[in-house]
């Protein structure tokens, strides 16, 4: 009913406003009126330059008449000017008409607010237009149009029009305080002080009859007055007026908090902070108390979004002491302060202190509700919402201290679930009393969440189905009421005119929607499960079984929840296909909700593609099927289909029978047939939509429903789009592992820019600020300015990008599905010709003709079934057992301590005392034995491993076993050539591998798999995704694209410039290290193709930097590094630079001016490489040109693990789990890093010693590539002796069991293949062999530049 009035306004001003405007025209008095502005002298800058007014279709006059006109519509000049006029009388929008603007604009801005709230945000914007009118020309207000520009910014981002949103933003201006407004602001505070010393001047003449004589004491008095008063000025303890805040004025106070306010939400925060700050010193001068509770309460707010929480709770405390009484204002600061204790992720507490809070808020509010009766409605709003919060709290704190599936099922953790799930519900239904239907509906949404998880928990099939339909009955109660309010939208306006933008209610009804369908996805997918389930049973049973149990078989006595699961499942699929469509028709231009209900559609349709489908679902058992298929055909070779004929009646009833049940079964797989197309187009669709916008949970899951509809029948394709699905779920896990390394938005401008994208996504449902000006400024310089984000990018061209990879890579997938349920395994497709025949006759001989080269493919696919508890115990049997050799580690450390302090004291005894200190030997023992366990530990969770991924690593024992020569391969050469002995033996076939897992797996040593240990194997290395391994490949191409020009002339002139164009280097030696470089013998080794070179003049190092190393130390890193330095100085180390333990402790700038100006660096040292640089600092570094990264970490000494100790009770749980291996390597890879060796587990500082010699010698001294260097130090006993190098420098690629690819004498060929090495035993594997891999790249190789 307002919002007709003011269109009534509208109406009855716009239509007499046209005859006036008519005779003005006429006239001429608009350019009279325009003459007379430019002869004063006006000020039109800040109107011309930011005013472009739309075209105007139409006069004047004319009303617009949709929402879009309305969202842009600005009042025409003509229309001012005409309201002006005396003609016009009642019926303009003017003074006369209004005589309290200040009013009216105060109770259009609560309407707008209503509006808003109850879900009619598009009936908004024709009173935004008029609140424009009076704010501009009859206020005259600039800072009060700024904020309804703001404001109409809101609310067309909430319509989804982007353009109109954009027109207000450029009206509104940049967001800062207008000069004059400010002066006068401070000019009217400095009045009121003056004001108010006259009058305590005044009060003390009136009150003290004093004569001339006393005029010293009156002075006196005079100063104590004032200056009582300025105190009571500055502290805002000015009393307040008992009538009340008035309405009709506009302060100035009051517009700055508003509109910061606005900024806020919108998330420009430095501008609202400046506001703030002259609103707060405004509202203390003048004493408005209410003012300043409410500038407390957004600066709460404020720190709040910038992750400050105890200032925000601070602030909320503070306003609350500042206004008392008010139930809703202590309501809303209350929020905060919980929004703020539980979002303080550094408080390990920090849910159960938000709890308490909450307990603390109900009784509060359940005393006020007693006492005040005439406020139930308010006090009944504000109970349910803070029992619905308890509840939601309540879960979370469950969830973090039981966070595996197995521990849902716990009674305790069940019991707690439930009762936090009671409390939702009641929330939900006292608010759903009292009219608050939207708040109801979010809470009834996360109600069925939590319902639907406890039922994936459960494998008990009645327990299971019991929650399904608990879940499944709170979905559809949600999904009615948000029905229900779109619907009670939508019937006031045409359909055609909201067919344009999205309504909030409307996106509020798609996701609830879209959770359900999640939820009768899955039921539908346990039904299927089940009807399969039956089915099999069913096929083993024999005739006279089924004969049987039909004779003897009653009725089923259900129970009414099996009844009610029939009556659920009996139309699943088509209630799941209705509301997945009515939610994809209701998206109108909201990419997320059409990706997210264009997926459940495709899934669906799998799902009944699965359903409809006679036999069991065979997609992932092609290769057993075959088999059959060859094993029957063996059996039924000598039989004839003349005798099948001969015995088949046409007639009999069993002919019929099985002909119908073929012909039925026909149908249906038909049918099936028909639904995996359209779901694969579908998924497709999805997939593209997903990836265009960069939604890479939706992406990575159409993925994998597109993988899982072509299975083992389309092996390239599955595969490609396992490794997408992969992909996308690598960069949600490093996007976590970001968000959580940067917690703090203070410590860089990277966490603020993030943290600030993560506040604008939190409701994006509701305020849809992801389209905003904003968000694309903020992504723009997240993607601009940091490798992290770009890393993170999952290209949309992703199914083509392994093309544009080396064609000696060979990369394996191994990837969980989302629920653990199952585990996948694949093989990338790199096709590979075979070899052509040396001569060719030119005339074609059809007999002779060789026919024409296929391509050979080692694309495999495999899907195995699992669990979430399997693989869970499995990893943290790795983990505890990294545990325990860390404490065994621990103990050897201090025993060799005190061993060696022992020997130094005894040292100057005589020999009966050194003969009685022989004891050690016999205390060694045990120590030995701990380490004999340990090893034996590890053979078994390696041989756990194994058969954990049995049936995965069958596949690549296939597919890399070495090659045997077949007739085949002698098909392509030509008869006069095959008798011939000058052919020589083929080359032999080498692979580099690549193994690609998810984060589970890659806790355990991979390279151990017995499927791994072929002799063609020569290169091994691991990495998260394929997308991060093309990312780390592709931008060193782009490296080498800039440099065209192989000559020598053509690199070193661009060179010189660059060089000129950097800035000098702050490595101090850094110019007496480059004076060495003509003491280097110069490095010839040639760059093997399809690889990169490491330039080994700018190796940078860390070695023991808190010299953490025991005086009896043998093993000392500094000596041992040394000892490097020297046995390379002429031709590799010469110019490495870095900073040792003996000279200083470098700073954390330093440590990241060494990781910068490197093209590899090396840490050697005791415990974890992040301990000492931060995550937060390391993520923010962009070192694309650091191309290796070696980090001989892990070890302990009783000192450093004191040391570390101290520092790891300072940090929270977030930042710990950051410093472990895996993390470590996923955050040094988003720094743009290539190639990184690292730990996985605590290792003896001998063994690292050892590590960094062998590898040095195999990169430097050898010239291996770091995938075949990784590979060695996997099977160190392939290594080639010392005595074997007689050119170590121009050594190629290693050789795999004694074999030499490489060499040019043929008899050492003929020699090697002898099956000599194959009779030996090979060594068994130790646990030190695998404790060391290489992230990233293979095909890196030193070299001198």
Not at 7 to 12: F, P, T
Not at 690 to 696: E, G, P, T
Not at 939 to 953: D, Q, W
Request: hydrophobic share 35%; with cysteine.
């Amino acid at each position: 009913m307002a919002q007709a009035y003011v269109m009534g306004i509208w109406e009855s001003a716009l239509s007499a406003s046209g005859p006036i405007i008519k005779e003005l025209s006429k006239s001429g008095a608009f350019d009279k009126a325009s003459s007379a502005n430019k002869a004063k002298g006006k000020k039109p800058e800040k109107d011309v330059s930011v005013k472009e007014k739309p075209k105007r279709k139409g006069p004047p006059e004319a009303l617009p008449t949709s929402h879009e006109e309305w969202a842009q519509y600005d009042v025409p000049d003509e229309v001012i000017e005409a309201c002006k006029q005396e003609a016009i009388k009642g019926a303009g929008i003017n003074n006369k008409t209004i005589p309290k603007p200040g009013l009216t604009y105060h109770y259009m801005d609560l309407l707008v607010s209503f509006l808003r709230d109850i879900g009619y945000n598009h009936l908004a914007l024709p009173i935004l237009a008029m609140m424009d009118f009076i704010t501009r020309d009859i206020l005259k207000s600039r800072a009060l149009n700024t904020l309804v520009h703001l404001k109409s910014v809101e609310v067309c981002i909430e319509l989804n029009m982007p353009t109109a949103a954009l027109y207000h933003e450029n009206l509104a201006g940049e967001p800062a305080i207008d000069e004059d407004e400010l002066a006068k602001s401070r000019e009217e505070m400095e009045v009121l002080k003056e004001k108010q010393l006259q009058v305590v001047k005044e009060e003390i003449r009136s009150k003290m009859n004093i004569d001339k004589e006393d005029g010293i004491e009156l002075r006196a008095i005079d100063k104590l007055k004032v200056e009582k008063l300025k105190k009571n000025t500055v502290s805002g303890k000015t009393e307040a007026s008992h009538l009340g805040k008035p309405l009709g004025k506009v302060e100035i106070r009051d517009v700055w908090t508003e509109t910061a306010h606005a900024l806020i939400k919108q998330g420009v925060y430095q501008p609202a902070r400046e506001m703030l700050n002259e609103a707060h010193k405004n509202a203390q001068c003048f004493g408005d108390k209410e003012t300043e509770a409410r500038i407390l309460y957004i600066f709460g707010l404020l720190s709040y979004h910038e992750a400050q929480f105890a200032q925000a709770i601070n602030f909320c405390h503070e306003a609350q002491m500042t206004l008392e009484g008010d139930e809703m204002f202590w309501f809303d600061t209350a929020w905060l302060m919980i929004d703020a204790t539980a979002a303080d992720k550094s408080n390990r507490e920090c849910h159960r202190e938000a709890r308490k809070m909450l307990i603390h808020a109900l009784n509060v509010y359940t005393e006020v509700a007693s006492e005040r009766p005439n406020k139930e409605s308010l006090t009944g709003y504000i109970l349910a919402r803070l029992e619905a919060r308890l509840g939601s709290i309540q879960v979370k704190i469950a969830l973090e201290t039981y966070p595996t599936e197995a521990d849902l099922v716990k009674p305790k953790v069940n019991e707690a679930l439930i009762s936090a799930c009671t409390k939702m519900a009641n929330g939900a239904n006292k608010l759903l009393d009292l009219g608050y239907l939207r708040e109801s509906v979010t809470i009834r949404t996360e109600h069925g969440g939590i319902l639907w998880k406890l039922a994936q928990a459960y494998p008990d099939k009645d327990t299971k189905h019991s929650y399904y339909m608990q879940a499944m009955h709170i979905f559809r109660k949600a999904v009615h009421i948000a029905e229900e309010i779109c619907e009670n939208v939508q019937t006031l306006m045409p359909l055609q005119e909201l067919r344009n933008h999205c309504l909030p209610v409307q996106r509020e009804l798609v996701d609830a929607k879209l959770a359900m369908s999640d939820c009768m996805l899955d039921i539908l997918r346990v039904y299927i499960d089940e009807e399969r389930d039956k089915q099999l049973q069913e096929m083993r049973k024999g005739s006279v079984e089924k004969v049987l149990e039909e004779m003897i078989s009653q009725s089923p006595d259900l129970s009414q929840e099996e009844r009610d699961w029939i009556d659920l499942t009996k139309c699943i699929g088509e209630d799941v296909m209705s509301e997945v469509k009515s939610a994809h028709n209701l998206c109108n231009g909201i990419p997320n909700l059409k990706a997210r209900a264009l997926y459940n559609i495709g899934k669906a349709l799998r799902l009944l593609a699965v359903h409809k489908n006679p036999n069991a679902p065979s997609l992932w058992e092609l290769d057993e099927m075959n088999m059959l298929k060859m094993e029957e055909a063996l059996l039924t070779e000598g039989e004839t289909e003349e005798e099948t004929d001969d015995t088949m009646d046409t007639t009999s009833k069993t002919y019929i029978k099985y002909s119908t049940a073929i012909t039925t079964a026909k149908t249906q797989l038909e049918n099936s047939h028909k639904y995996f197309l359209d779901a694969s187009e579908i998924l497709t669709q999805a997939l593209n939509l997903a990836l265009q916008h960069q939604f890479k949970d939706i992406a990575g899951l159409a993925a994998l429903e597109i993988a899982e509809c072509f299975g083992q029948f389309d092996p390239a394709t599955t595969s490609m789009h396992l490794a997408l699905y992969q992909s996308c779920q690598s960069a949600i896990y490093m996007e976590d592992l970001l968000m959580r390394a940067q917690q703090d938005p203070t410590c860089s401008q990277q966490a603020a820019l993030l943290h600030q994208r993560a506040l604008l996504l939190e409701n994006d449902t509701t305020t849809n600020l992801s389209i905003g000006t904003m968000m694309k400024t903020i992504n723009k310089k997240l993607e601009a300015d940091w490798q992290a984000l770009r890393r993170l990018v999952v290209l949309p061209n992703h199914l083509d990008i392994i093309r544009e990879l080396p064609g000696d890579f060979n990369i394996v997938v191994m990837q969980h599905s989302p629920d653990k349920k199952y585990l996948y395994g694949a093989i990338l497709d790199k096709p590979k010709t075979v070899p052509a025949a040396p001569e060719v006759s030119k005339k074609p001989d059809k007999k002779n003709m060789v026919p024409p080269l296929q391509s050979v493919t080692k694309a495999r696919v495999v899907r195995i079934e699992t669990s979430s508890r399997s693989i869970s115990k499995l990893v943290e049997k790795f983990k505890a057992h990294k545990h325990e050799v860390m404490l065994l580690l621990l103990k050897a450390e201090y025993q060799r301590t005190a061993i060696a302090q022992r020997q130094k004291m005894l040292a100057n005894l005589d020999d009966n005392s050194r003969k009685e200190s022989e004891e050690p030997a016999e205390e060694n023992t045990e120590l030995e034995e701990d380490i004999e366990n340990m090893e034996d530990d590890f053979k078994k969770l390696t041989g756990a491993m194994e058969t954990y991924l049995k049936p995965i690593s069958q596949q690549f024992y296939m597919a890399f076993r070495p090659a045997t020569v077949t007739s085949q391969n002698t098909a392509t050469i030509p008869e006069g050539k095959k008798d011939k002995k000058d052919l020589g033996p083929p080359e032999p076939v080498t692979e580099t591998l690549i193994i690609m897992a998810d984060p589970n797996l890659l806790e355990m040593p991979l390279e151990a798999l017995s499927s791994f240990q072929s002799d063609t194997v020569v290169s091994l290395t691991r990495d998260f995704s394929l997308q991060m391994l093309y990312h780390r490949n592709y931008q060193d191409s782009q490296g080498k694209k800039r440099k065209k020009s192989r000559g020598e002339e053509s690199n070193k002139k661009p060179a010189a410039k660059d060089d000129k164009n950097k800035p000098p280097s702050r490595i101090p030696g850094l110019r007496d290290a480059s004076k060495k470089q003509a003491k280097f013998i110069p490095l010839d080794r040639n760059l093997p193709p399809n690889c990169h070179g490491v330039d080994t003049n700018n190796f940078r190092f860390m070695v023991d930097v808190n010299s953490d190393c025991a005086e009896t130390e043998q093993d000392k890193p500094e000596e041992l590094f040394n000892s490097l330095m020297n046995r390379y100085s002429q031709q590799f180390t010469t110019r490495w630079l870095g900073i040792m333990g003996s000279e200083y402790v470098p700073s954390v700038g330093e440590w990241e001016l060494y990781l910068t100006e490197s093209t590899s660096f090396l840490f050697y040292g005791m415990e974890r490489f992040m301990d000492y640089i931060p995550p937060s600092k390391l993520v923010t570094l962009n070192i694309p040109e650091c191309l290796m990264t070696f980090l001989f970490d892990m070890a302990n000494t009783s000192q450093s693990f004191l040391t570390q100790s101290k520092r790891d009770v300072k940090k929270n749980a977030s930042i710990l789990t950051l410093e472990k291996p895996v993390e470590t390597a996923a955050l040094i890879s988003l720094t743009g890093v290539k190639t990184i060796f690292t730990n996985q587990w605590h290792c003896a500082l001998v063994e690292n010693g050892t590590k960094l010699m062998d590898l040095m010698k195999d990169l430097l001294e050898r010239g291996h590539t770091a995938g075949e260097t990784a590979r060695y130090l996997f099977v160190p006993f392939r290594r080639k002796p010392d005595d074997e190098d007689e050119e170590p420098v121009n050594d190629q690629p290693p050789e795999n069991g004694g074999k030499d690819g490489e060499t040019e004498n043929g008899s050492q060929v003929e020699d090697k293949p002898e099956p000599e090495p194959e009779s030996e035993a090979e060594p068994e594997p130790e646990r030190g062999w695998y404790n060391m891999v290489c992230y990233g790249l293979p095909n890196l190789i030193v070299v001198q530049v």
